[in-house]
């Protein structure tokens, strides 16, 4: 390797290792966010469909007022058909909120609290139903006994805004987790860079010291030649241009 090569070989180094560092980390930034992008809209649609599931309660509860108090004008088979539409509709509901909780999911916290909806809506569902079917005998009966049913109403509630605080609550911990990924690899990745670079200096070093003292053996060569001393050792291993005159200044002392 010539001279010119060895002296490039580690400011050529220290580049490739910056761009490669660079390129990494970029990489694994752009994965993160693609991570992070993804987590965000899990639990976007998470929040909207429960959300969702919180108003479609809200006029349930008031479908179930309005039919006790138009008890006396309903016949049989509308509030039969009202009983069995309520009874589909909280089932729908326990399905979708099943859904919160996926197969793999370890929160204990968030599995109780929607096993706990789950009991909460057949309690609503059957105290609900009660009042509906006490009303078709006496209308006052069935409004007081809605009492019950508002109790669970609001305890179903307050567990589907537990339910939504705990998701937020996950959400904001992953994010930070994600942002301590992110740094522990930026600082692993410039470690690694500053590894690689205190290398290539270490290097460079190491060659120009090299490169000085075969100058310096060169000169002292050049010196006891001019001197008359033919028999000095001018041999150098070196395969770039200062082992060339090394050599070129010994076969001029051997003729």
Not at 28 to 40: C, I, K, P, V, Y
Not at 54 to 62: A, D, F, K, N, T
Not at 228 to 254: F, K, M, P, Q, Y
């Amino acid at each position: 390797m010539k001279l010119g090569s060895k002296l490039l070989a580690a400011p050529l180094l220290t580049a490739l290792v910056v761009f490669g560092v660079g390129q990494i980390n970029t990489w694994l930034t752009a994965r993160e966010a693609g991570t992070n992008q993804e987590s965000f809209k899990t639990s976007f649609e998470t929040f909207r469909t429960l959300s969702s599931l919180q108003e479609q309660l809200g006029q349930m509860h008031y479908g179930v007022y309005r039919t006790v108090a138009l008890m006396a004008s309903l016949d049989d088979a509308k509030v039969k058909a009202f009983r069995t539409e309520l009874a589909g509709q909280v089932a729908a509901i326990k399905r979708v909120t099943a859904t919160v909780v996926g197969d793999g999911d370890g929160d204990a916290s968030l599995k109780e609290s929607v096993a706990q909806a789950a009991k909460q809506m057949d309690k609503y569902l059957a105290q609900a139903d009660s009042a509906i079917d006490l009303s078709s005998v006496d209308p006052n009966t069935g409004i007081a006994a809605l009492r019950g049913a508002d109790e669970s109403f609001a305890a179903l509630s307050q567990t589907l805004g537990g339910v939504l605080a705990r998701l937020d609550a996950r959400s904001s911990e992953d994010l930070a987790a994600s942002n301590q990924r992110t740094r522990h690899l930026t600082l692993l990745l410039a470690a690694a860079g500053l590894a690689a670079a205190g290398m290539a200096v270490w290097l460079s070093w190491l060659t120009q010291r090299r490169l000085v003292g075969e100058l310096q053996r060169a000169g002292e060569v050049a010196t006891a030649v001019a001197a008359g001393n033919l028999t000095i050792d001018a041999a150098s291993s070196r395969a770039d241009e200062v082992g060339d005159e090394l050599s070129r200044r010994c076969s001029r002392g051997d003729g």
